[in-house]
């Protein structure tokens, strides 16, 4: 006889869910410590001197103006886009969302790289057509415009894919029943789906701005070179010139940053909810409102933008990485891989962050997967207050933007507690960072897939008499391994090509890809920093790919651009 | 032995009680049906003797052996207690096939290779599942899965089958003769089985037993025959069978008979009670004849293959249901006879 239903499943789940914590909830609680304590004690006055410091005010502006306008530019493009796909007749469905998923997927440093390719004097696709503005003038990227751009490009898929979530919510008859009350055309659009789609787009908006808020790669390409400072590019400055002797300074900044952040956050949860009750009893079959002869030509309209948004900048990129000398036209007799060759094989530092970043994503899918999968298990069988709050939490280091994350795993291990030991300049600050921050990437597939699992599959295998550790040998894992398998491609996919958490931690001999495609910019090596980055974007297209293609076999809501 | 003896049994789910108070036993080798609506807690039931609910009150004894204390919260878990469960999903294991499905609990044992080969061929042939040995459960038919099911609580020789709603998904050809297969394999094994379902006619059929449930409550616990015929309230009279509850006035009660008013007439009744309340008019205690002299009025008129179903009104306004061979037209006017119905005490 033992006390309580499941005495071993219960204990199994304290113990992950204690690791799962300090992984995840550990360093943005250290950081909250941080911010709130001056030298030890508890006071605000080293805030209040941060918050006022004009460099600080100037860069949340920018912070504010870039992410805000960037989240009117993702709205304008996403929503359009999530409008006409998901409730009109357009044909090609599945290619275009795939194409629009692509942004996403796709590093940012390596957006503002491409981008800068196909703009500016020096553009080497410019030059070999033979349009490329006199020398002199200015990269018009280079600018607050050139980052609400980007920013907005980047981030269009966030709204296309939570907007397209909700519109497909919508049944049909609904439409069916405005339409047979005598609503015409556009007034069906904005009298009924609109209205039901408000919470979603509400939501989506939220979630874009937070996001646009944290990101790095962006301004830290296009505004430092202009001069333009946010509140990301500020901490990376700040710690990238004085060392961690500002950290305290910094973490104030951090702190700043994730107010911001939490903002949004309680913002989308807050329509998120609101938007469940729409939902409730309305999935029969999807809108499909038809265009008519208006079709061909928004087909044509949509592909034109996603050939512009994707296609041109890595043509450009391509171009880039084709020329012997950054500014040289490309033509049949100066077409050259060396660029490919250095950075792929000459270079010691690319090579080096080519293993640090596989190894890196690498282990942060497989001890995140061994970690997720019997605590996605056991929360769903045994849910305990603790575990309910921790599923509220958990996304909280994924949803912060990267450089709060980054200061807090720096406070939290900089000082190993009882030890002089510091995993700071090591390997492993990234390691730990990675596991905090793409946590909810594993964990969220492998729960959606496993709420649609029969419990009685579980109950089954324990009423012929299997225990804990042979249920979830033989009946959890095998049946969740696809939705597993999905999640740890995710994990690598984002963690191959971080750039904003491995920005502030790297030191010399644990450079990650992202900070080398970084650096051989900011150096001047463009070529070669386009060469590196064409290959990560092939990396890229060929695991979505293989995400995309296995698709068929995972649950729904395993694969993030498919609803 | 394998007699299940359950004291006091209850069960809340977030302050409210699914099953209250439930003092019982299911003997050896015995066929229990729980029957009941929707939400009257048998499935809570089923799965407190499962082991997969705590209960929060009472204790659930197998023999001599303490599975279940809601006093002191120690319970023997589900893998522990060698009961067989057959889910109403069946829960076959997608990524095993039927063969394996039907090993696992012997390779959890730790048989050996031989044995486990020989036992699963055993409960193979038993369900007729030889040729499917091979396929994967997505490549079965319903009726194939619910045999896998069984066949794999079965090849571990449980002490007590449980069973929940396990023909629920089958359509009712189907379910006839997978009632014939429960049937036959109960006869040859002698398990103890416990069947929960919310069908009269499956329960009425296979059951030595069937405790009909109502509120968290057993409200009867009898032969499939006195609860039909000899109901002990009006939740099991109303709902085991078709019939008519009303009121019983006058009862004069000897040691021979017992005499009271229905409807107006004076007519006998059997009852065990000393003082009936209520009785219960089933068709066959309503006789149509021309010198009836309860008049009725036909309502509706519904053909059930041989013989038509009336429902009529009596002057009072109570509505009495009928059987006969001759067809009536609605509007009609009947005499009815009322012959000896079943009498019991209610508050």
Redesign the interface.
Known sequence: ????????EGRLLRAILVVAICLTLAPVLRLFVEGLTDQGTLGLSLASKVLSQPSTLSALKHSLITAGFGTLVSLVLGAAFAFLVAITDLRAKGALVFCLMIPMMIPPQITALSWTQIMGPSSVLLKTLGVAPPMGSPQPLYSAQGIILLLGIQHMSIIFLTLRAGLRAIPQEVVEAARISGARGLRTWWQVVMPLTLPSLAAGIAITFVTALGNFGIPAMLGIPAGYVTLPTLVYQKLAGLGTSVLAEVSVLAMLIGAVAVIGIMVQRFFQTRQKVYLVGSTSRPLAIPLGAARLPVEILLWAVVCTILVLPMFGLLATSLVPAYGVPLRLDTVTLASWWEVLFRQPVTTRAFVNSFSLAFGAAVVLMILCLPLAWLMERNPTRLSRLFDSLLDLPYALPGVVLSIAMILLLINLPFTDATLYGTVWIIFLAYLARFFAVMFRPIQASLKQL?P??G?????????LF?RLR??IV??SAPAAAAGAILVFLTAFNELTVSALLWSSGTETLGVVIFNLDDSGETAMASALAMTIVMVVMLLMVVVQLLSRRFPKGVVPWQT | MADITLSSIGKTFAGTPAVQDISTRFEDGEFVALLGPSGCGKTTLLRLL?????PSSGQIRIGAR?IA?GVT?????????????V???Y?????MSVRRNVS??LE??RFSKAEIAAQTDVALNATGLVEYADRMPSELSGGQRQRVALA??LV?DPDAV?LDEPLANLDVALRASMQAVFTDFHKRTGATMVYVTHDQSEAMAMADRIAVMDRGRIQQFDTPQNLYERPKNRFVAEFVGLGTVVPLRGVEKTDAAAHGNVLGKRIAVQSTHNSPSHVCLRPENLTISETGDLRAKVARVTYLGGKYMLESVSECGTRLLAETRAKFDVGAQLGLTITTPWAFHED
Not at chain 2, 73 to 81: A, I
């Open positions: 006889m033992q006390k309580g239903g499941s005495r071993s029969d009685a599959m109950e089954a295998a324990q009423s012929v008499g299997a225990s042979q033989d009946v095998p049946l | 499962a082991g997969f609910e705590m303490d204390d919260g120690t319970m023997v878990p589900p893998e522990d207690r060698n009961m067989g469960f889910f109403q999903s829960a076959l294991w997608p990524h696992y609990p959890i044992r794999r609580c571990s449980l």
